[in-house]
């Protein structure tokens, strides 16, 4: 049985050491400048993690060591044939919105919002929910695409884990939370949600354009 790989994220979304290798990329997937590497061992993971990235390459003489450590480029251009979802919140938190729109033509889709007290995260994630509810509905095979890797990867746990506190100017967002947490543990889905590489691509099609 081969040994389980551990991975070091020194620059990335949530630094740290990682078991497997779908949550270490969900971290430097679309990070400008990630730094990251596999290590056979925990125990080199850890030691590697404690003196950064900086000290690795300092140790290390040879040029494909200090290759590895560059981030991965995403390779070819995006799906037309697919959803296209995003966020906007104006402050944090703010008035968020959220929307979908078909990827070849801009067209859009879905549209949720603006909404009291929410943050531009819970926005991405229920834009993800959403977009899975209603392709599921319609019985459509398009892939999703977002540009945010925290979003991705709270659908994958089934959770939005936010730090925002409900109140009564968000309730409505936070019933729509629990609303899509109870839809990702009821259903299952076969749609592939894809990151959207906006330093490759240019900003993804259902952006507002307010930055």
Same mark, same amino acid.
Request: aromatic fraction near 10%; charged fraction near 25%; hydrophobic fraction near 35%.
């Given at each position: 049985?081969?040994?389980?790989?551990?991975?070091?994220?020194?620059?990335?979304?949530?630094?740290?050491?990682?078991?497997?290798?779908?949550?270490?990329?969900?971290?430097?997937?679309?990070?400008?400048?990630?730094?990251?590497?596999?290590?056979?061992?925990?125990?080199?993971?850890?030691?590697?993690?404690?003196?950064?990235?900086?000290?690795?390459?300092?140790? %290390? +003489?040879?040029?494909?060591?200090?290759? *590895?450590?560059?981030?991965?480029?995403? &390779?070819? /251009?995006?799906?037309?044939?697919? =959803?296209?979802?995003?966020?906007?919140?104006?402050?944090?938190?703010?008035?968020?919105?959220?929307?979908?729109?078909?990827?070849?033509?801009?067209?859009?889709?879905?549209?949720?919002?603006?909404?009291?007290?929410?943050?531009?995260?819970?926005?991405?994630?229920?834009?993800?929910?959403?977009?899975?509810?209603?392709?599921?509905?319609?019985? %459509? +095979?398009?892939?999703?695409?977002?540009? *945010?890797?925290?979003?991705?990867?709270? &659908?994958? /746990?089934?959770?939005?884990?936010? =730090?925002?506190?409900?109140?009564?100017?968000?309730?409505?967002?936070?019933?729509?939370?629990?609303?899509?947490?109870?839809?990702?543990?009821?259903?299952?889905?076969?749609?592939?949600?894809?990151?959207?590489?906006?330093?490759?691509?240019?900003?993804?099609?259902?952006?507002?354009?307010?930055?």
């Amino acid at each position: 049985m081969a040994q389980k790989k551990h991975y070091v994220v020194w620059k990335g979304a949530t630094p740290g050491i990682y078991d497997n290798w779908a949550d270490c990329k969900a971290q430097v997937d679309g990070q400008e400048g990630a730094k990251y590497k596999s290590f056979e061992t925990e125990e080199e993971a850890i030691v590697a993690y404690q003196k950064g990235y900086e000290h690795y390459l300092r140790a %290390s +003489s040879s040029a494909k060591a200090a290759k *590895s450590l560059q981030p991965r480029q995403p &390779v070819g /251009k995006p799906l037309n044939e697919s =959803l296209a979802v995003d966020a906007a919140c104006s402050g944090n938190p703010g008035d968020m919105e959220y929307r979908g729109v078909y990827t070849a033509t801009g067209q859009e889709v879905f549209h949720v919002g603006p909404l009291k007290r929410g943050t531009n995260n819970i926005g991405e994630f229920l834009a993800i929910v959403h977009g899975l509810a209603l392709l599921k509905q319609n019985g %459509s +095979s398009l892939p999703i695409y977002s540009d *945010s890797r925290n979003a991705i990867l709270w &659908v994958q /746990k089934k959770k939005c884990k936010t =730090l925002l506190e409900r109140e009564p100017a968000n309730a409505p967002i936070f019933d729509l939370i629990e609303r899509a947490e109870r839809w990702l543990n009821t259903n299952t889905y076969t749609t592939t949600i894809l990151k959207w590489e906006t330093s490759e691509w240019g900003e993804i099609p259902a952006d507002f354009g307010r930055k």
